[in-house]
C-alpha cells in the first residue's frame, strides 16, 4: 500500500481549511438548467465527486454576464438573485461531506461565438480575432468594462450569499479577464490598456470589489496560464509577475493552467501529453509566492499527484479529467485501492461533447452526468447464469455490472487476451494510457469473480451447458474490406491484424488507406519502425469525425516521421508494388507506388450465422458495442454498462 505524506494532509486557503490536497478543477458540463440554474443533474454530479474523496470542487465557469458573457448554452449563472436557493442546494450537497466548493467566475470575451448572444456580435478589451474562432469582437467601451466589473463583484455576492465558501476569477484559457492581462490581447489606450499595471487594472477592480463587498475572510483564488504558449501572449516570466503582483493586492490563492483557444492543446491535453509535462509552471510561481499554488498538471494517478506535491511544485493537485473517469479517485486511492481507479484516457470525449452543444460524457465513465439515474445497482442476480462473448471493452463492463448486481458471469473471448479494440489502440506510440484502462477492466472483473475463459470462441452446445439467464454478444465488428482487384493480394493487410499481430514491417514503401484514428495510428507504429507510410483519405479532410485537438496531436507526430497524408483519393485496385486511386473530387485516374497495403476503412457490425443461432437458441440476449453498432471507446462502454445494469 502506498504511503502518502501529502496528498490527504489537511490545507489551508485564506481562512478556509481544506480536508486534502485534491481540488477539481472548473470544466464546462453544461449540466446546467435552461435558466442557469444548479440543476438535480450538475447537484448530483458535484456530490458525487465530494462523497469520492475531492478535497475543494470548483464549478464550471460560472456566467456573470447575459448580453456578451455566454460560454455554453447551459451553463450555471450567478447575474440574478434568483439562482440562490438552487445554489444553496448545491453548497449543501458537496458540504455533508465536508467539501468546500468555490464559484468559478467567468466571462469568455472574444472566445465565444455570436450565436451563443443572439446574434450580437461579440465582446472583448480589442478587436482582435481568436483565429480559432473566427469572429471579429467589438472593443469594449470603457463605461461597459466598468459595468462588467461590478457584474463580477455581484456574481461573488451570489455565491456567498447562497453559502459557497470562495470564488474563483477565470484569468487563464485565453478569457476575459485573461484577455486583458496578456499583451496580445489587450490593445487599449484607456485606462485598461497599455502597461502592465493598466492591464491588470480589470482584474485588480473585481478582485478589490469583491473584498469590500464579501469581506476579508472570503476566500478569493484566480486561475492564470503560468504560459500562454501563443507568440507575443503570457510567457511564463509575465505569469510569475502577475502572480506576484496578484498576491500583493490580496488574492488567498493561485490557480496555474495554461494555454488559450489558439494553443488549445496545452489547456486539456490530449493523450502524448506525459503527466506533469508542466509541472514547472508552478513551481516558478511558487517559488514567487506565498500563498498556495493549485496546479493543473494532467495528473492521472495519485502516485504522480503524491510526488509532485512532495517535490514542492504545488500546493495542491488539480485532477479534472481524471475525477470525471472516476468520481471516488481520493476514497480509492486514501484506501489503498489505486488499481480500482478507472483511469482518465486522455481521450478528450468529454470536451468535444460541451464544444458541441452537449453535456459532458465519458468514455470510460457512463455514468458521468447521469449519477442520480443509475445511483444503485439492484443487487438481484441471486446467482444466475449470464454468458457474455467477447472480453473488450463492452463486454468488460458489462461483465462488471453484472458481477455487482450478483449474477454469476462466465465471460468468453477468443483471444489470448482481454481488451478488444481498445487493446489493440495501446499498441501505437503514446497509447499507453489505453493499456492502463485495459488492466483496470481486468482487475476490477477478477476481483468480482468473473469466471474469464481466455482462447475461447464457445459453441451453441457449450452456451446451452450452461444454462444461462441472459447472454451478451459483444464479438466486436468485422473490418471493411470492399471487393477490388488484388484486395485479397499477399500485399494487402488490416490495419487491426498490423497491431494484433505486432507485425515486425521495416524498410518497405506502406500506403494506408483511411485516415481515422485506427489508420492513422497504425501509420505512426509503422513509420516509427522505419517504414516510408503515406495515408489516402477518400474524403476533402484528413481524420474525418476526428475531434481536432486530438486529430492536431496524432498528424503533428506523424509529420515528424515524414508520413505524406493525401485526402480525395480513393482506392480502387491494387497490384503487386502499385495502388490504383481515383481523384473524388474531379474522378481522375492515378497510380502510386506501394509495397504492402494496410486498409483501414472502418468497421461493420459481424452479421453471421453464430449471431443469429444464439437469438434463435436463448430468449434474453442482448447484443453490445461495435457488435451492435461500430463506436467509440465511449459507445462500447456505455452499451455494455446500460445493457447490464437494466437486465431484469
Same mark, same amino acid.
Given at each position: 500500500m502506498m504511503e502518502y505524506n501529502y496528498l490527504f494532509k489537511k490545507g489551508q486557503i485564506g481562512r478556509l481549511t481544506l480536508k486534502n490536497r485534491i481540488v477539481m478543477p472548473a470544466m464546462g458540463t453544461s449540466l446546467a438548467s435552461s435558466t442557469g440554474e444548479a440543476s438535480d443533474r450538475m447537484i448530483k454530479y458535484y456530490?458525487?465527486?465530494?462523497? %469520492?474523496?475531492?478535497?475543494?470542487?470548483?464549478?464550471?465557469?460560472?456566467?456573470? #454576464? #447575459?448580453? &456578451?458573457?455566454?460560454?455554453?448554452? !447551459?451553463?450555471?449563472?450567478a447575474t440574478n438573485a434568483n439562482q440562490i436557493p438552487r445554489l444553496e442546494r448545491l453548497a449543501r450537497a458537496v458540504h455533508k461531506y465536508d467539501t468546500k466548493i468555490f464559484l468559478q467566475l467567468h466571462h469568455p470575451g472574444r472566445q465565444s461565438h455570436s450565436r451563443l448572444i443572439e446574434g450580437r456580435q461579440i465582446a472583448a478589451p480589442s478587436a482582435i480575432t481568436c483565429k480559432t474562432i473566427g469572429e471579429m469582437p467589438r472593443e469594449m467601451t470603457t463605461e461597459e468594462v466598468e459595468g462588467l466589473v461590478k457584474k463580477f463583484v455581484a456574481g461573488a455576492k451570489i455565491a456567498q450569499i447562497a453559502g459557497i465558501d470562495g470564488v474563483e476569477l477565470h484569468g487563464a484559457h485565453g478569457y476575459l479577464i485573461g484577455q486583458f492581462m496578456s499583451p496580445l490581447t489587450n490593445k487599449r489606450t484607456d485606462k485598461y490598456g497599455g502597461s502592465f499595471v493598466n492591464r491588470m487594472r480589470f482584474v485588480t477592480e473585481i478582485i478589490l470589489g469583491i473584498r469590500h463587498i464579501c469581506g476579508p475572510n472570503f476566500p478569493i483564488s484566480v486561475r492564470i496560464d503560468g504560459d500562454e504558449f501563443v507568440e507575443g501572449g503570457i510567457s511564463q516570466e509575465e505569469a510569475i509577475k502577475m502572480a506576484r503582483y496578484l498576491e500583493s493586492i490580496g488574492v488567498d490563492s493561485i490557480n496555474v493552467s495554461s494555454g488559450t483557444y489558439e494553443s488549445a492543446v496545452t489547456i486539456i491535453e490530449p493523450v502524448s501529453y506525459p503527466e506533469g509535462w508542466k509541472k514547472h509552471l508552478a513551481e516558478g510561481i511558487k517559488k514567487s509566492v506565498k500563498i498556495p499554488v493549485i496546479a493543473c498538471n494532467n495528473v492521472k494517478t495519485p502516485e504522480v499527484a503524491e510526488k509532485l506535491l512532495a517535490e514542492g511544485s504545488c500546493d495542491f493537485i488539480a485532477l479534472g479529467r481524471a475525477q470525471l473517469a472516476d468520481p471516488e479517485?481520493?476514497?480509492?486511492?486514501?484506501?489503498?485501492?489505486?488499481?480500482?481507479?478507472?483511469?482518465?484516457?486522455?481521450?478528450? *470525449?468529454?470536451?468535444?461533447?460541451? $464544444? !458541441?452543444?452537449? &453535456?459532458?460524457?465519458?468514455?470510460?465513465?457512463?455514468?458521468? %452526468?447521469?449519477? %442520480?439515474?443509475?445511483? *444503485?445497482?439492484?443487487? #438481484?442476480? #441471486?446467482?444466475?447464469?449470464?454468458?457474455?462473448?467477447?472480453?473488450?471493452?463492452?463486454? $468488460?463492463?458489462?461483465?462488471?455490472?453484472?458481477?455487482?448486481? /450478483?449474477?454469476?458471469?462466465?465471460?468468453?473471448?477468443?483471444?489470448? *487476451?482481454? /481488451?478488444?479494440?481498445?487493446?489493440?489502440g495501446s499498441i501505437p506510440p503514446c497509447k499507453d494510457k489505453l493499456k492502463a484502462l485495459v488492466n483496470n477492466m481486468e482487475y476490477q472483473i477478477r476481483q468480482l469473480g468473473v469466471d474469464i475463459r481466455l482462447n475461447c470462441a464457445p459453441t451453441i452446445e457449450d452456451l446451452k451447458a450452461l444454462n444461462p439467464y441472459a447472454v451478451f454478444v459483444a464479438m466486436g465488428g468485422n473490418a471493411i474490406v470492399p471487393e477490388m482487384p488484388g484486395i485479397h493480394g499477399e500485399n494487402v493487410v488490416i490495419a487491426t491484424d498490423v497491431l494484433d499481430k505486432k507485425m515486425d514491417i521495416r524498410g518497405k514503401k506502406i500506403v494506408v488507406?483511411?485516415?481515422? $484514428? &485506427?489508420?492513422?495510428? &497504425?501509420?505512426?507504429?509503422?513509420?516509427?519502425?522505419? !517504414?516510408?507510410?503515406?495515408?489516402?483519405? $477518400?474524403?476533402? !479532410?484528413?481524420?474525418?469525425?476526428? *475531434?481536432a485537438p486530438v486529430l492536431y496531436d496524432v498528424t503533428t507526430r506523424l509529420k515528424k516521421y515524414g508520413v505524406k497524408m493525401y485526402t480525395r483519393r480513393q482506392l480502387v485496385a491494387v497490384e503487386e508494388g502499385k495502388i490504383h486511386l481515383l481523384n473524388t473530387y474531379d474522378n481522375t485516374k492515378m497510380t502510386m507506388d506501394a509495397d504492402c497495403v494496410v486498409l483501414s476503412l472502418g468497421v461493420r457490425p459481424q452479421v453471421n450465422e453464430f449471431v443469429g443461432d444464439v437469438e434463435k437458441n436463448f430468449k434474453n440476449v442482448r447484443i453490445l458495442g461495435d457488435s451492435q453498432r461500430p463506436g467509440k471507446v465511449y459507445d462500447a462502454v456505455q452499451t455494455g454498462f446500460d445493457k447490464a445494469y437494466t437486465l431484469e
Open positions: 456530490e458525487e465527486r465530494a462523497k %469520492g474523496g475531492c478535497g475543494l470542487i470548483i464549478t464550471e465557469i460560472t456566467r456573470i #454576464d #447575459d448580453e &456578451t458573457g455566454v460560454g455554453t448554452p !447551459n451553463q450555471l449563472c479517485f481520493g476514497k480509492k486511492a486514501m484506501e489503498g485501492r489505486e488499481k480500482e481507479i478507472r483511469p482518465c484516457i486522455s481521450c478528450l *470525449h468529454c470536451i468535444e461533447q460541451v $464544444m !458541441n452543444a452537449k &453535456t459532458v460524457e465519458c468514455a470510460v465513465n457512463p455514468r458521468l %452526468g447521469y449519477e %442520480g439515474e443509475y445511483a *444503485h445497482y439492484e443487487k #438481484d442476480g #441471486d446467482g444466475r447464469v449470464v454468458a457474455v462473448i467477447g472480453g473488450g471493452p463492452a463486454g $468488460m463492463e458489462a461483465a462488471r455490472v453484472l458481477a455487482v448486481r /450478483g449474477f454469476k458471469v462466465v465471460l468468453f473471448e477468443k483471444k489470448g *487476451h482481454l /481488451g478488444g479494440s481498445v487493446y489493440l488507406a483511411g485516415s481515422g $484514428m &485506427t489508420g492513422l495510428e &497504425t501509420a505512426e507504429y509503422l513509420a516509427e519502425k522505419g !517504414n516510408e507510410v503515406e495515408v489516402i483519405e $477518400m474524403q476533402k !479532410n484528413i481524420g474525418p469525425g476526428v *475531434h
